[in-house]
């Protein structure tokens, strides 16, 4: 994978830091064209009808994203079911038809059955049968983790598992990629890669794999503009480790986890003792930028990271340089095939991403994170396709929100992590409460 780092974007204003003794640090890296975004602050700007921004959705893709919306409610009290056991029979959520579908191997736990019966009230939910559940999928694809670890450098770029319990499939980075580095290896006398067949076969699993090899390279998403506390998502933030440069990106939600508050962003843009900074440092010509506070804790495996600093109840909503915002109003789950949005420093908002299926990724050294890391796994992202075949993320979108409708405002789903082409990769929700305990601010729920 490669980091979807950037360079930067935005206005810059208190907490500076001297921008002579960095120019000298960012000047040799490859600079994007910074456009100054009008100021913003924590509520809605109305300003002119903007294409990307979610009032101005295909009506479609709206008819059909609204429907799934009604059915919200069914998906979070059948998530919240599985979220209280990890072990049990369950494969994966589908958006089916007009209703929703549970994938489960034998007999449903009691939670779960006890949730299918709330669930059927809010619409038509089907179970089907699955032959192996996520919990044996996941634990199948860990052992093939593990001996490419053991291994060393693979074509292996991910393990993904399929929704309905069928199975686990394994891609191999782009043909023309792994010649690349082949041809690399022999260069420095390095062995040859291990191929996928190989590290598969010697994982000894017991689930059905299929071999595939991908046409684009998964990317990890490093690189709006000008925003202030309490912060936005979908804003640019950049890591600092003293005076070193270490990546930008964008910020996710802001979260709450006990008493506190954060902003919810990509794990490999920083780690400690990283700080955010919010804005472009030297790029702009300016003499200072925002500091939003420091990289509070980051979780590599999930590539998710809080830094603490109060994050609002709000994300940037249309172009790249919009000042208008939308209210999160709610969270919830990841099902196949539903269509999900989200709002990068970068692209602005994307419509129209479908959701596939879940997976692990394996980080490629060609393209290390911001600590210079790699042959590692990122587990359980959720990969999706921008359905009408438009460019699904850029480089700098890292960390940015990917949510759904709620009424006039957006239900957070997670945030993106990697992509390339028409494909986008996000952490889910289910995941971030899992490591931080950490709940999107919301609309009845500011920081």
């Known amino acids: 994978m490669d980091p979807l780092f950037s360079t930067p974007r935005g206005l810059m204003r208190k907490g500076s830091i001297t921008m002579a003794a960095v120019a000298l640090l960012v000047i040799s890296m490859t600079v994007s064209n910074p456009i100054a975004a009008a100021s913003v602050g924590n509520s809605s700007v109305p300003e002119v009808s903007d294409p990307q921004a979610t009032e101005n959705l295909d009506v479609t893709m709206l008819a059909t994203m609204r429907r799934q919306e009604k059915l919200e409610p069914a998906l979070q009290a059948l998530g919240d079911a599985q979220l209280g056991d990890l072990q049990s029979g369950f494969a994966g959520f589908a958006f089916e038809g007009e209703g929703l579908t549970v994938y489960w191997k034998g007999d449903l736990a009691p939670a779960m059955a006890g949730a299918l019966e709330r669930a059927r009230g ?4 089907t179970v089907r049968t699955a032959a192996f559940s996520e919990a044996e999928l996941k634990g199948a694809a860990r052992k093939i983790a593990a001996v490419m670890k053991a291994r060393g450098a693979t074509d292996i770029q991910s393990i993904t598992f399929n929704p309905d319990g069928s199975g686990l499939e394994v891609s191999r980075e782009p043909a023309d990629h792994v010649a690349e580095l082949a041809n690399a290896r022999a260069a420095k006398g390095k062995p040859e890669l291990i191929r996928a067949e190989q590290i598969v076969a010697e994982a000894r699993i017991s689930v059905p794999v299929r071999l595939s090899t991908a046409t684009d390279r998964i990317a ?7 925003d202030f506390a309490a912060w936005n998502g979908g804003s640019r933030w950049e890591a600092w480790r003293g005076l070193d440069f270490r990546g930008a990106c964008t910020t996710g939600f802001g979260v709450h986890a006990g008493s506190r508050s954060f902003v919810l962003s990509a794990g490999h843009c920083a780690s400690p003792p990283d700080y955010a900074f919010q804005g472009y440092s030297s790029y702009t010509g300016t003499s200072k930028f925002e500091n939003m506070g420091p990289v509070f804790d980051d979780d590599w495996r999930s590539d998710l990271l809080l830094i603490d600093a109060p994050g609002w109840y709000k994300i940037f909503d249309g172009s790249p340089t919009t000042s208008v915002t939308k209210k999160v109003n709610s969270w919830g789950y990841w099902a196949k095939d539903q269509l999900v949005c989200h709002s990068g420093m970068i692209s602005g908002t994307i419509w129209g991403l479908k959701q596939v299926k879940s997976g692990n990724y394996n980080v490629s050294c060609s393209n290390p994170d911001s600590d210079g890391d790699c042959n590692y796994v990122i587990e359980g992202l959720i990969e999706t396709t921008q359905i009408d075949g438009a460019t699904a993320v850029r480089s700098g979108d890292s960390g940015s929100p990917v949510f759904t409708l709620d009424g006039s405002g957006v239900r957070a789903k997670g945030i993106v ?5 028409t494909k986008m990769y996000f952490q889910d929700w ?3 409460i899992r490591v931080f ?3 999107p601010n919301t609309s009845s729920t500011t920081s």
Do not use: I, K, N, Q
């Open 437 to 439: 305990g950490a709940y």
């Open 122 to 125: 809010f619409g038509p939910v």
């Open 417 to 421: 992590s990697a992509g390339s082409g």
């Open 430 to 432: 289910a995941d971030v």
């Open 220 to 226: 990890l998403m490093v690189t709006r503009g000008d």
